[in-house]
């Protein structure tokens, strides 16, 4: 078998893996209908995270079950599913809480970029699809496996409701479905921080009411600007910077939320300065 190993910045390679099999009863394994590069994937790629040895890639999938084992109840052969970077038993009293990330028993997904994939702790992980779907649905199938969620959780840990005004940092595939989130949610206007014309379009598409091109500073002054000096009720962190960060927290109103789902790299917060903001930060 064939899968993508990364050597170092911008040394992607394609080269023979050994096939998964079963290793332990709750495993799963899945041949690939699509698998993708995530934007996390691109911070080793271009050296800005440290590759220490040749690392597989790829923890977006969904497919067809090929093998399943002796300790899988729910999951089947033959079935379409979709799975989540982190396998996890959904027992836990973590992943009841609603943390599957932080399971107990947690296992990180990061060999999918290939055409098989063996994921552990299989009926927690998979989620099976009534039918197998057509080939035009399966890409929208394959955004449910990571940044559609992480959107949502965005969303979902700013606390955002129905009337509120929510700001969302960041128009990458996870903002732009922070932006979808918040307007399921039911808030009422969605401003989306973009400089990019054609994710401008999406984020409009999505339900975004205003967009804001500034960063820092500035992009935190046009957010009071929109709404009267006080600030957006939630904000949605998609980006993981320092400059990103305190843009989500500067443009937050006092007692407002932030919902932190940007990898972070080299971010660092100031606790007084932190202290007195009266901001609720939940990180993901």
């Given at each position: 078998?064939?899968?993508?190993?990364?050597?170092?910045?911008?040394?992607?390679?394609?080269?023979?893996?050994?096939t998964?099999?079963?290793?332990?009863?709750?495993?799963?394994?899945?041949?690939?209908?699509?698998?993708?590069?995530?934007?996390?994937?691109?911070?080793?790629?271009?050296?800005?995270?440290?590759?220490?040895?040749?690392?597989?890639?790829?923890?977006?999938?969904?497919?067809?079950?090929?093998?399943?084992?002796?300790?899988?109840?729910?999951?089947?052969?033959?079935?379409?599913?979709?799975?989540?970077?982190?396998?996890?038993?959904?027992?836990?009293?973590?992943?009841?809480?609603?943390?599957?990330?932080?399971?107990?028993?947690k296992?990180?997904?990061?060999?999918?970029?290939?055409?098989?994939?063996?994921?552990?702790?299989?009926?927690?992980?998979?989620?099976?699809?009534?039918?197998?779907?057509?080939?035009?649905?399966i890409?929208?199938?394959?955004?449910?496996?990571?940044?559609?969620?992480?959107?949502?959780?965005?969303?979902?840990?700013?606390?955002?409701?129905?009337?509120?005004?929510?700001?969302?940092?960041?128009?990458?595939?996870?903002?732009?479905?922070?932006?979808?989130?918040?307007?399921?949610?039911?808030?009422?206007?969605?401003?989306?921080?973009?400089?990019?014309?054609?994710?401008?379009?999406?984020?409009?598409?999505?339900?975004?009411?205003d967009?804001v091109?500034e960063?820092?500073?500035?992009?935190?002054?046009?957010?009071?600007?929109?709404?009267?000096?006080?600030?957006?009720?939630?904000?949605?962190?998609?980006?993981?910077?320092?400059?990103?960060?305190?843009?989500?927290?500067?443009?937050?109103?006092k007692?407002?939320?932030?919902?932190?789902?940007?990898?972070?790299?080299?971010?660092?917060?100031?606790?007084?300065?932190?202290?007195?903001t009266?901001?609720?930060?939940?990180?993901?």
């Open positions: 078998m064939r899968g993508a190993m990364l050597y170092g910045p911008r040394d992607l390679r394609f080269e023979e893996r050994e998964p099999t079963i290793i332990k009863p709750t495993d799963a394994i899945v041949r690939m209908s699509a698998t993708c590069v995530c934007g996390s994937d691109l911070w080793p790629y271009r050296g800005i995270s440290p590759v220490p040895q040749p690392t597989p890639m790829g923890h977006e999938y969904c497919g067809i079950v090929e093998e399943v084992g002796s300790g899988v109840a729910s999951i089947r052969v033959g079935q379409f599913v979709i799975g989540s970077f982190f396998a996890s038993d959904n027992t836990c009293p973590h992943c009841q809480a609603g943390y599957q990330t932080s399971c107990e028993h296992e990180i997904i990061s060999t999918a970029q290939a055409p098989i994939l063996r994921v552990p702790l299989a009926d927690g992980t998979l989620v099976a699809t009534p039918d197998i779907p057509s080939d035009d649905l890409p929208s199938l394959l955004a449910v496996s990571d940044v559609m969620g992480t959107g949502w959780f965005a969303a979902d840990a700013a606390n955002v409701k129905p009337g509120m005004t929510v700001a969302v940092v960041g128009d990458g595939a996870v903002g732009l479905l922070g932006v979808l989130s918040a307007k399921q949610m039911g808030a009422e206007r969605i401003i989306a921080m973009s400089r990019h014309e054609a994710r401008q379009k999406l984020a409009r598409e999505f339900g975004a009411t967009i091109a960063r820092g500073d500035e992009g935190v002054a046009r957010i009071k600007e929109l709404t009267d000096g006080i600030g957006a009720d939630s904000v949605l962190e998609c980006v993981g910077t320092q400059e990103s960060m305190m843009q989500a927290i500067g443009a937050t109103r007692g407002g939320y932030v919902g932190y789902v940007g990898v972070p790299h080299g971010v660092e917060l100031n606790g007084e300065e932190l202290f007195y009266h901001v609720h930060l939940h990180l993901a």
